[in-house]
């Protein structure tokens, strides 16, 4: 699954290739590759990252075997390679910072 970084990479945020998210059934095969074999495990790793591969190399490069390791360590540290992915999407999707400001309050107001 290296291969798919190296090259990817570039080609995903160029804009040049654009990659269908994957089945069930194919995720369930890399994840039987990177040895996580419990059912259970692989529809809640489905749940969280969908079927974007970008993710599942993640879990390879981390030594992630689990839901709650995936969040530990891709999500919740420091310096996790994910900390700042709803964020990050959010502008990309929006194209500005500020609406994360009036997310941020609207969340807020309908919470209290």
Known sequence: MKWI????CYLWKSGILFIEPFDL????LILN???VTDATTKIEMYALFGGMIH?????????????????????LRKFAPLK????????ESFGREDILFHLDCYCSWQIH
């Open 84 to 91: 700042n992915e709803v964020r990050d999407t959010m502008i």
């Open 55 to 75: 993710y599942y190399t993640l879990l390879e490069d981390y030594g992630v075997k689990s839901v709650e390791d995936a969040i530990d360590k891709l999500l």
């Open 33 to 35: 590759d990177l040895d």
């Open 5 to 8: 970084q190296k090259i990817g």
């Open 25 to 28: 059934k194919t995720i369930y």
